[in-house]
C-alpha cells in the first residue's frame, strides 16, 4: 500500500468513526477534494476541533482530472477544492466557486508577495473567487555533483547530443512542454498560430530523437537526480527538490533559466483553495478556504507534508530556520519572481498535447 492510499483509506475509517461521536453530526461535515499535503492530519483536526465538524478529504492525482471531475457535475458532490490555479480559474469562469468577501481577499492581500497581489487579488478586478495556497517554481532540476548550474540555465543542454539518453522528461501533461515553447521565444500563454504550433512540433521531434527517459512519478525522477543516471529533468521543479534539500541532498537543486531573447524562462506554479457555489455548508467550507490560507496553516502546508513548497504568504517567511529557509531557496525567490511566468490558462493547450503526443507516437 503506498501513502496517498493509507491516507485515502485512513480518512475514510477516520471519517466512519466520527460520524458515531455525539460530539459531531453528519450534517457538519465537509468533503474536501485536494492534493496530498492539504489533508494532513495536524491541519484537518485542528480545523475540526475549532469548528466542531468533520472533514473527510479526498486526495488526486492531477488537476486536470479533478476538473473534470467537478465540472461534469462532481462538484455537487463536494464543498471545498483545492488544485491548481488554472483549473480553479475555470471552476470560477464556469459559476461553481462561493464568492470570497470582501475582508477576507483584504487580509489575504496585506499577506501576499507583492507580485502575488498584482497577479491574484488586483484591486481593479476582485472578483476571482479562490485564493492561492502554495506555489514553486519549475526549472532545470539538477545535481550539482554531476553537472555545472551554469550548464542549465538554458533548455539548451537537453537538446545537446552528449546528453543522449540522460535527460528526464516528467510525464506530466503539459509541464515539459511548456518551457520547451519558452525557450524556443514561444509564449504559450498566448494563442498560438500555425507557425507556432509548426515550430513547436520540429522541437519536440527534436527532443524525442534525443532519447529522453519518461518518468512517471517523483520518486523514480528523484532516484535518477541523485544516482546521476539523468543529468536533468524537465516539467518539474521545486516540488520534486524542495523534499530532498530537506532531507539533506543540498546538492539536488532546481536552477531558473536566463531570460532568452527577451521572454522570461521560469515557470511559477501556483495551488490554491475554493469553496463551491450552492452547497449547504457554504459559511463552514469558506472558514476551511480561510483557514488553508491562514500564516498558521500556510506553514504546515509549506513545510510538514510530504512534499516541501512555498506558500504566498510573505509572513510565513519570518517563521522558517535557516535550514528551512535553505530547503526552499528562499535566497531565489527574488531572482524567481522576477524571471518567471506565473502559469496561468494555456489557450492553445489542446493543440500543443495532440501535437506532443503525435510526434511521441512516432519517435516510440
Known amino acids: 500500500m503506498?501513502?496517498?492510499?493509507?491516507?485515502?483509506?485512513?480518512?475514510?475509517?477516520?471519517?466512519?468513526?466520527?460520524?458515531?461521536?455525539?460530539?459531531?453530526?453528519?450534517?457538519n461535515t465537509l468533503r474536501y477534494l485536494c492534493?496530498?499535503?492539504?489533508?494532513?492530519?495536524?491541519?484537518?483536526?485542528?480545523?475540526?476541533?475549532?469548528?466542531?465538524?468533520?472533514v473527510i478529504s479526498e486526495s488526486i492525482n492531477d488537476s486536470p482530472a479533478a476538473f473534470a471531475k467537478l465540472s461534469l457535475g462532481g462538484h455537487q458532490s463536494y464543498d471545498v477544492v483545492s488544485i491548481d490555479s488554472p483549473w480553479l480559474e475555470r471552476l470560477d469562469q464556469n459559476n461553481l466557486l462561493s464568492s470570497i468577501s470582501s475582508e477576507l481577499r483584504e487580509s489575504r492581500y496585506q499577506q501576499y508577495y507583492?507580485?502575488?497581489?498584482?497577479?491574484f487579488l488586483p484591486k481593479q478586478n476582485p472578483s476571482r473567487n479562490w485564493l492561492p495556497t502554495r506555489w514553486g517554481w519549475i526549472g532545470p532540476t539538477i545535481n550539482t555533483d554531476y553537472v555545472k548550474e551554469e550548464d542549465y540555465?538554458?533548455?539548451?543542454?537537453?537538446?545537446?547530443?552528449?546528453?543522449r539518453g540522460k535527460i528526464g522528461v516528467m510525464d506530466w501533461g503539459d509541464w515539459p512542454i511548456?518551457?520547451?515553447?519558452?525557450?524556443?521565444?514561444?509564449?504559450?500563454?498566448t494563442p498560438l498560430d500555425k507557425v507556432a504550433l509548426g515550430t513547436l512540433r520540429q522541437a519536440f521531434r527534436a527532443?524525442?530523437?534525443?532519447?529522453?527517459?519518461?518518468?512517471?512519478?517523483?520518486?523514480?525522477?528523484?532516484?535518477?537526480?541523485?544516482?546521476?543516471?539523468l543529468a536533468t529533468l524537465i516539467g518539474t521543479g521545486t516540488y520534486l527538490t524542495s523534499a530532498m534539500r530537506r532531507a539533506g541532498f543540498t546538492q539536488i537543486k532546481t536552477v531558473t533559466p536566463r531570460p532568452r531573447n527577451g521572454l522570461k524562462q521560469g515557470i511559477i506554479w501556483t495551488e490554491g483553495s475554493g469553496a463551491i457555489r450552492?452547497?449547504?455548508?457554504?459559511?463552514?467550507?469558506?472558514?476551511l478556504v480561510e483557514y488553508t490560507t491562514s500564516t498558521h496553516a500556510s506553514y504546515l502546508l509549506s513545510y510538514t507534508g510530504a512534499t516541501c513548497n512555498l506558500t504566498p504568504n510573505i509572513e510565513v517567511e519570518k517563521l522558517y530556520s535557516p535550514t528551512q529557509r535553505d530547503s526552499l531557496?528562499?535566497?531565489?525567490?527574488?531572482?524567481?519572481?522576477?524571471?518567471?511566468?506565473?502559469?496561468?490558462?494555456?489557450?492553445?493547450?489542446?493543440?500543443?498535447?495532440?501535437?506532443?503526443?503525435?510526434?511521441?507516437?512516432?519517435?516510440?
Open 2 to 27: 503506498n501513502r496517498r492510499d493509507f491516507i485515502k483509506i485512513s480518512a475514510i475509517l477516520l471519517g466512519s468513526a466520527r460520524s458515531i461521536s455525539p460530539a459531531y453530526s453528519r450534517s
Open 35 to 54: 492534493w496530498d499535503g492539504y489533508d494532513l492530519p495536524r491541519l484537518m483536526s485542528e480545523f475540526e476541533r475549532l469548528n466542531q465538524c468533520d
Open 114 to 119: 507583492p507580485q502575488f497581489r498584482k497577479q
Open 153 to 163: 540555465l538554458s533548455y539548451e543542454a537537453c537538446f545537446a547530443r552528449k546528453n
Open 178 to 189: 511548456l518551457p520547451i515553447a519558452l525557450y524556443l521565444g514561444i509564449d504559450p500563454y
Open 207 to 229: 527532443l524525442f530523437k534525443n532519447q529522453p527517459v519518461f518518468i512517471p512519478d517523483v520518486s523514480i525522477g528523484q532516484k535518477g537526480l541523485l544516482d546521476g543516471s
Open 278 to 287: 450552492g452547497r449547504g455548508l457554504g459559511e463552514l467550507a469558506m472558514k
Open 329 to 364: 531557496q528562499i535566497e531565489d525567490v527574488g531572482y524567481v519572481l522576477e524571471n518567471s511566468h506565473v502559469h496561468s490558462i494555456v489557450p492553445s493547450i489542446a493543440q500543443i498535447l495532440e501535437i506532443w503526443q503525435s510526434e511521441l507516437f512516432k519517435a516510440s
